[in-house]
């Protein structure tokens, strides 16, 4: 069974700091792409971050490009979400997926609709 299982999420401080997790198993996703999106109360699902299934090619929204940072590491099958400088807005559920497809090096697909397997998702909460 495909699982992907999210945490590192809680209750921060606006302008700290929060690493996320996200622990895939039932199958290797080393060769997808990975991705976090998150929701808030009351509004759609939006992409976050997605990085390319080497690492090396990575894409962010707008509202979080420089306070957040997606990588993965292949050998553990997880993928993190470093985020800084976080700031009341930035709270959501986040969810992390995998790609349905794999592909190049530069597939960093931002739709939720190309994403096949989701997790969960974990609290964060940003008080100011």
């Known amino acids: 069974q495909v699982q992907l299982v999210e945490s590192g999420g809680g209750l921060v401080q606006a302008g700290g700091s929060l690493r996320l997790s996200c622990a895939a198993s039932g199958r290797t996703f080393s060769l997808n792409a990975m991705g976090w999106f998150r929701q808030a109360p009351g509004r759609e699902r939006e992409f976050v971050a997605t990085?390319?299934?080497?690492?090396?090619?990575?894409t962010y929204a707008d509202p979080v490009k420089g306070r957040f940072t997606i990588s993965r590491d292949n050998a553990l099958n997880t993928v993190y979400l470093q985020m800084n400088s976080l700031k009341p807005e930035d709270t959501a559920v986040y969810y992390c997926?995998?790609?349905?497809?794999?592909?190049?090096?530069?597939?960093?697909?931002?739709?939720?609709?190309?994403?096949?397997?989701w997790g969960q998702g974990t609290q964060v909460t940003v008080s100011s």
């Open positions: 990085i390319g299934w080497s690492g090396g090619s990575t």
């Open positions: 997926a995998a790609s349905a497809l794999t592909g190049s090096y530069y597939y960093t697909p931002h739709a939720a609709k190309d994403y096949a397997h």
